[in-house]
């Protein structure tokens, strides 16, 4: 069910009659005065002019102003726009970064999270709420990004530049947490932000479908050849990995896994059943083309979360589900078979007969006395891509984390450990309670939902770095401002309600 428009605060109310009074205002007021129309009559003339003579640049260009301008203004003035915008970002971004072409796209949703900041605190202005994130996950938030803040001063960094590049994907998609939570104030807004999540899944299911079947595309091929340890990393037995519009297959599989279990999840909501249908179908669909990617790590997600969501759910249908779904399971890690797409699903759940999962153990033994010694780490970008091109040569720098937790030891110590541990168990304690707590049958399976979602990618935060790429880093925090955004929303409603009755 929705929050009525009605029941909508006077104050939001106050503010979006101002904003479409506002932009009304400049459509009817500004763009139709006689000068405006004559230079934009001028300019459409000479860009055409110079597209005849073979010229794109300046058509390019002032499109792109265009289009800028429009999306900052929409950003900050429509928040739930620049969410949308955010979502879309996050999803699409590697599409254009595997062609040939130098632009800081990675910048530009730098900026993107900036300007909804802007936004939140514009809206602030209009309706002072601070008190909503005053409980133990708004703070622990806070916390451990003011720790990332302050690991600039850390004796043990090398770099200062890995630093300053690492802390702009970690501070800046956490400070989303505080716009989600704000920003969202309807039920129908999380639909709408879930039928989005799911028909960008398909698309990249579908996507990953044709490279395994059909092939790469050609700016593809290049972009995948012209590094040969990324083939390397790829190819694996015999069978390149997919990783469809992804930035690799890993983010590829666990966003399948996610979408599958989001699907999954709203199953068992208050819908009709030719939609509990087509969302069976897709959770087959997301799981099917996961394989193509070859992430191991990704494979044991789905039945964790489906494992929490029997505990939380416990029925003799929910009990039925389990186990045909357990037996599914337990079918495809025994059967035999030549398919290196099945064969390295099998061997996510007998990792001890796997040489890589071998591998990392090792890595993870050599690495232990730096932690035990380094109680706040190496510092932030000390690992991975950016102490490879910061400070290259250095120990941190050659070590594979291969995890995300390993590589939040090593980088900020046990400290940060503990408080990133925290954060996730913050997030499953709010998750939990208040689905128990929510009356609304909706926003009950909504918040069921983002639980399962936010306790998969912790198991597989564990083999590989899980949340550390986008979708998933927005699609983590969404989750977690969403297991208290259904609880205020249910509030709300609840307090409505009794008043109609008392009425």
Request: some cysteine.
């Amino acid at each position: 069910m929705r929050v009525e428009a009605d029941h909508i605060d006077p104050a939001v109310q106050n503010l979006n009659k101002r904003r479409v009074g506002f932009w009304r205002g400049i459509v009817l007021n500004k763009f139709s005065a006689p000068l405006v129309i004559a230079f934009s009559a001028m300019l459409s003339l000479l860009l055409v002019f110079s597209m005849s003579g073979g010229n794109l640049v300046p058509s390019v260009l002032f499109l792109v102003l265009v289009i800028g301008v429009i999306t900052i203004c929409g950003v900050i003035a429509y928040p739930r726009f620049g969410i949308i915008v955010l979502f879309l970002g996050a999803y699409l971004l590697f599409i254009p970064l595997k062609f040939p072409i130098d632009f800081p796209l990675g910048t530009l949703m730098d900026m993107l999270v900036y300007l909804l900041i802007i936004g939140f605190f514009f809206s602030q202005k209009v309706k002072k709420d601070w008190k909503i994130f005053a409980d133990p996950l708004s703070f622990m938030v806070l916390a451990w990004i003011l720790y990332n803040l302050a690991q600039v001063a850390n004796p043990a960094s090398i770099s200062a530049a890995a630093w300053m590049y690492t802390i702009r994907s970690i501070a800046g998609i956490l400070l989303t947490y505080y716009i989600f939570v704000f920003q969202i104030r309807e039920a129908s807004f999380i639909k709408l932000i879930f039928k989005l999540w799911i028909c960008l899944a398909f698309i990249a299911a579908c996507d990953g479908f044709k490279q395994e079947v059909f092939g790469f595309f050609d700016f593809e091929k290049t972009w995948l050849f012209s590094d040969p340890g990324r083939v390397e990393l790829y190819f694996q037995g015999g069978h390149m990995r997919k990783f469809s519009i992804m930035a690799d297959p890993v983010a590829f599989g666990y966003n399948m896994a996610s979408a599958a279990t989001l699907c999954l999840a709203l199953v068992f909501g208050p819908i009709k059943t030719y939609k509990k249908v087509i969302l069976v179908i897709l959770a087959g669909w997301f799981l099917f083309t996961m394989l193509f990617s070859g992430t191991r790590g990704a494979f044991p997600l789905v039945p964790a979360a489906l494992a929490l969501f029997a505990v939380l759910n416990y029925n003799k249908r929910v009990l039925i589900f389990s186990l045909i779904v357990g037996f599914l399971f337990v079918f495809m890690i025994f059967l035999p078979t030549s398919n290196q797409n099945i064969l390295r699903f099998q061997t996510a759940f007998r990792p001890n007969n796997d040489q890589s999962y071998k591998a990392r153990k090792i890595n993870q033994a050599r690495i232990r006395p730096y932690i035990r010694t380094h109680p706040i780490g190496g510092g932030l970008g000390a690992t991975g891509v950016w102490g490879q091109r910061f400070a290259p040569g250095s120990f941190l720098a050659s070590f594979p984390p291969d995890s995300g937790y390993v590589s939040v030891a090593v980088e900020t110590g046990i400290v940060g450990l503990l408080m990133i541990c925290t954060l996730v168990f913050l997030s499953l304690v709010t998750g939990i309670n208040n689905f128990y707590l929510i009356k609304d049958p909706e926003l009950k399976n909504y918040c069921m939902a983002v639980t399962m979602v936010i306790f998969a990618y912790n198991v597989g935060n564990y083999p590989q770095e899980a949340i550390a790429q986008y979708p998933s880093s927005v699609i983590f925090v969404l989750c977690m401002a969403l297991t208290k955004v259904t609880k205020l929303l249910d509030d709300k409603k609840q307090l409505q309600l009794a008043a109609q009755n008392n009425e």
